[in-house]
């Protein structure tokens, strides 16, 4: 996919990394020239260029991307993009960032949003816990986007991805499945390719199916990959 990342911080150069580590194209749209870091990601293509202006997104051409992302720290930034990408450009598919949980009404399609996802209110349902019950599966549904939803699973004892890169994870997921976070001991970090999943690890999908008994199945222990039983020595 071709996909354009407004904002160059830690948000969207997380993004970009993931994306083109994927085979992804990537453009990253960044206002401040201090922010760009060419050498940091040399799969990514660079525009020094403001995303809330016409000019700048006919010059990067926004209307042959298949994705764009919103992910500036200005929720204003990020919705005045969401509009020009989905009415001027007719992009397919917009993601936006949401930094302040009261503005979570107006990231709707109405504006271009269909995808819109807030860190705050992830790391509070993660902390907190959320209402709702636990499917059989063991999965448990965070929040649901237009289309989409957020699932959050831990990693069993015995899984056979424990102990093992994230990137084999990727690879053996269901369609429509993206491990988008690992939350550690409190701690939420990206899954880079080279992370390395524990047993205990709450790892958390966005998923645009119902794949949670896939899921489950994907990340459940194997038979056979339990502790080893020692036989007890014949008298």
């Known amino acids: 996919m071709r996909v354009a990342i407004a904002g160059a911080g830690g948000v969207g150069r997380s993004i970009a990394t993931e994306l083109t580590g994927n085979g992804h194209e990537v453009l ?7 922010a760009i870091g060419v050498d940091e990601l040399p799969g990514a293509e660079w525009l020094l260029a403001d995303a809330c202006e016409l000019s700048s997104l006919e010059d990067a051409r926004l209307g042959e991307f298949d994705v764009v992302v919103a992910a500036t720290g200005d929720d204003k930034v990020n919705l005045v993009l969401s509009l020009l990408a989905k009415t001027e450009f007719r992009v397919s598919r917009v993601v936006a960032r949401i930094n302040d949980p009261d503005n979570e009404w107006l990231f709707t399609q109405a ?4 995808v819109a996802v807030s860190p705050p209110r992830l ?9 709702g019950t636990d499917d059989a599966s063991g999965a448990l549904a965070l929040m649901t986007l237009p289309d989409t939803d957020l699932l959050e699973f831990t990693l069993p004892p ?30 939420v ?23 949670s008994e896939l899921l489950a199945e994907t990340l459940a222990p194997h038979e056979g990959t339990g502790p080893a039983t020692v036989p007890a020595p014949e008298e």
């Open 28 to 34: 990253l749209i960044e206002r401040d020239s201090r």
């Open 111 to 114: 504006w271009g949003v269909d």
């Open 123 to 131: 790391m509070a349902a993660l902390v907190d816990g959320v209402p």
């Open 158 to 187: 015995g899984a056979p991805h424990a102990g093992r890169p994230a990137e084999e994870l990727s690879r053996d997921l269901p369609e429509d499945v993206v491990l988008v976070a690992v939350v550690r001991n409190g701690h």
């Open 189 to 211: 970090r990206a899954p880079r390719a080279e992370t390395m999943l524990e047993t205990g690890d709450d790892l958390v999908f966005l998923s645009s199916a119902d794949v």
